[in-house]
């Protein structure tokens, strides 16, 4: 697929995607997430690590309101269903590990979009909104399954029933991403993390995910199955092997992802 509203860098291990419709604040149209789609899938298959930011001022300010001219005609079921849907599974199915690097406004289904990564770095003068109470709807494109679980119901029904501002240092210590980075430093702090995920152990960063989320669902007993039969396929990798090795001789370990 051509890209023409996103931007794909594959460098060093490191899919970069760039929300790339700076014009209107990189928000989503049928086209931006088509291209998405396909993009977050290429990363997945060519990459050890996918990064998702955007261009200009704004990480994504979400749907694009003016993508279609009709909206009393418009069928959100439809485009949630046959257009969001997908895109969102293409972050969550990613088999390795997904970052979120918001440089700025994140509104809307572009809040939600950053949320569905696996680790959300933001600058520290980047915000999330959650918009849609503002014109009649309810958090979607994830959110309501993202946000209770990343910041408790308590602060998510406020985000959701008042719909204001939450700044990334909020965002932060509320438990909602993982960091807020000064600007000056945000770039090559994420630049930096995505390295560091880059040249790690693709297959045990996979397991970590995977466990992690069935612990949601899991009895104990259960999660503690998961664990020993997770842990048994590291146990059979090259990069376990090499990671035992390079401690037993003090040196940095060289994994393969494999």
Not at 167 to 194: K, L, N, Y
Not at 203 to 229: G, I, M, P, T
Request: glycine content about 8%.
């Amino acid at each position: 697929m051509n890209y023409e509203a996103i931007l794909y860098d594959l460098t060093d291990g490191v899919a970069t995607i760039t929300l790339n419709r700076g014009d209107v604040m990189n928000a989503l149209n049928t086209q931006m997430r088509a291209e998405l789609t396909d993009a977050l899938r290429r990363g997945g298959r060519e990459a050890r690590v996918v990064v998702i930011t955007g261009s200009g001022r704004a990480f994504c300010s979400g749907q694009d309101l003016g993508d279609r001219a009709n909206t009393a005609n418009i069928d959100l079921e439809r485009t949630l269903r046959d257009e969001y849907v997908p895109m969102l599974h293409a972050i969550y199915d990613c088999p390795v590990p997904t970052i979120s690097a918001v440089n700025g406004a994140a509104a809307g289904a572009g809040a939600n979009l950053a949320l569905a990564a696996d680790v959300v770095i933001a600058a520290e003068s980047a915000f999330f909104l959650q918009a849609f109470t503002r014109i009649g709807l309810i958090p979607d494109a994830g959110g309501t399954w993202y946000l209770p679980r990343q910041m408790g119901l308590a602060k998510a029904m406020g985000a959701a029933l008042f719909a204001e501002k939450i700044s990334a240092r909020q965002a932060s210590d509320w438990g909602m991403i993982w960091e807020a980075v000064p600007d000056a430093e945000f770039e090559a702090h994420w630049t930096a993390r995505a390295a560091h995920l880059a040249k790690g152990p693709t297959a045990a960063y996979q397991r970590v995910k995977q466990s992690l989320r069935a612990s949601f669902d899991n009895s104990l007993e259960d999660q503690l199955a998961l664990e020993a039969r997770l842990q048994g396929e590291c146990g059979k990798t090259r990069d376990f092997k090499e990671g035992v090795v390079a401690f037993l001789e003090k040196r940095p370990a060289v994994y393969e992802g494999r």
